[in-house]
């Protein structure tokens, strides 16, 4: 019997194979795809991947102003397939070879529980062999949902797994249903490597998070417009069909769009149907977890994008290691108040804690600090001047309770604005600190200006 059965690999099963490896725990590992999970393979890796290329390509035409005479004479988005094709499997390799290395057995194929410490595993042959485990580990992730009548089919109609998996070149016009944080990040690169791209979007703004300030929704438009992406808000499809190679679609606003191919991105659901014991799920099929991720099962512990936390890489590693450490000894409970975020669209979007809205429906009141980056002279130096730095504090004690990064290398400043709301920092906590110049982190200084010291103007 192992100490130790972790289904899936994903972000949640990597981190639990770290942390159970370094407690010299004897693991197994179930997987019924490739190393690495959606993460890896089909969504966080390729899609930064992309995103990468995307960003460059935006940004030659500018670099005539550091001197440099670099023309775009094209792109070509299947040799970005084949660079990002090529990096995903040196990492996939480079996890195969830990567990190698490792002595690791893992075992090909879909895993079901079938009692409290046993796992089949169905191979693709239909061969079954049963495993056991004196703990079980739930880290199988979510897939793709659907809506209304848009079935995918991978051809027509993608998912965004088959967009970042298995597409081989771009459609001339490709339609992005749902103008959330995937439909955002993938409408830019679509557009950026030579689609003629129109989203839709149910709701009144791109960006349609309670923790998206409307502020950011509204820059991300106007970024959209500048690069030809068009977007209809207040709209869904009503219906579609597919004539002579095309997708024509009907829209509720009555208008009709005709695509090569669409783009189906409205949000992921767990995936759960793993088990045959009766654990227990809540309304929209997350398995309900305890304060330690124990489900109603005590040998069995679940993590990611199963329970219903954050769907997010970092919180499935970081719940995977809670979880492990759980079963064998430790009691540390989950936290969740202060886990940052980031979205790459046509500017670098990040998030932690609470934003002013937010806080106004839990009863907080707040000041908040802004500063553009348009005056971070950082920026300037990288051509880079969109976007800015708000922090919001609680009123009274001045302690930092939130804060959004837009613009450059946000995903990297909004780790700074994180820990200071771990510390519980005040304004002129994190205004007396002696950032290095220049750097896009001293922007902190100038947006908390106002608020620990007072308005200049």
Request: charged letters at 25%; one cysteine or more; aromatic letters at 8%.
């Amino acid at each position: 019997m192992y100490d130790l059965i972790i289904i899936g690999t994903g972000p949640g099963g990597y981190e639990a194979i770290l942390t159970a490896l370094r407690m010299k725990l004897n693991i197994a590992v179930v997987e019924k795809d490739k190393l690495g999970g959606n993460c890896l393979n089909r969504a966080c890796i390729p899609t930064k991947y992309y995103r990468a290329g995307a960003h460059l390509i935006d940004k030659i035409p500018v670099v005539d102003k550091y001197g440099i005479d670099l023309n775009l004479n094209s792109v070509s988005f299947k040799k970005a397939k084949e660079g990002k094709d090529k990096a995903i499997s040196f990492l996939r390799k480079s996890f195969a070879q830990l567990l190698k290395a490792k002595k690791v057995p893992v075992y090909k194929g879909t895993g079901r529980i079938i009692d409290r410490h046993t796992v089949r595993i169905i191979k693709d042959s239909g061969e079954t062999e049963d495993i056991q485990g004196k703990y079980i580990l739930i880290a199988t992730g979510s897939v793709p949902s659907s809506v209304g009548s848009i079935v995918p089919d991978g051809r027509y109609i993608l998912t965004t797994e088959d967009f970042m998996e298995n597409l081989e070149e771009l459609p001339e016009n490709l339609l992005v249903v749902g103008g959330g944080v995937a439909g955002c990040e993938i409408a830019y690169i679509a557009s950026k490597y030579g689609s003629k791209v129109t989203v839709v979007e149910i709701k009144d703004r791109l960006l349609p998070i309670p923790s998206v300030p409307a502020e950011v929704s509204r820059l991300v438009q106007r970024k959209f417009k500048a690069l030809g992406i068009q977007f209809k808000l207040g709209t869904y499809v009503e219906d579609y069909k597919v004539e002579k190679e095309r997708v024509r679609f009907k829209l509720s606003s009555g208008e009709e769009i005709e695509a090569e191919k669409a783009l189906l991105s409205v949000g992921r659901k767990p995936n759960t149907d793993i088990e045959e014991i009766g654990l227990e799920k809540d309304e929209r099929g997350f398995f309900k977890v305890n304060e330690y991720l124990q489900t109603s099962v005590d040998s069995i512990y679940a993590c990611g994008d199963v329970v219903n936390s954050p769907m997010l890489a970092h919180v499935a590693s970081y719940e995977a290691r809670v979880a492990v450490k759980n079963m064998f000894g430790e009691k540390e409970k989950v936290d969740y108040s202060v886990i940052p975020w980031a979205i790459f669209t046509a500017v670098e979007i990040a998030h932690v804690g609470l934003s002013e809205d937010e806080a106004k429906e839990k009863g907080i009141e707040t000041v908040s600090g802004y500063y553009p980056f348009t005056y971070n002279e950082k920026a300037v130096d990288e051509l880079e001047t969109d976007g800015f730095v708000r922090l919001v504090f609680e009123k009274n004690s001045k302690k930092v309770i939130g804060g959004t990064v837009v613009g450059i290398e946000a995903s990297e400043v909004i780790h700074t604005v994180a820990y200071a709301v771990k510390q519980n920092m005040t304004a002129q906590q994190i205004h007396e600190f002696v950032y290095f110049h220049p750097s896009l982190n001293e922007i902190l200084l100038y947006a908390t200006y106002d608020v620990a010291v007072g308005k200049l103007f």
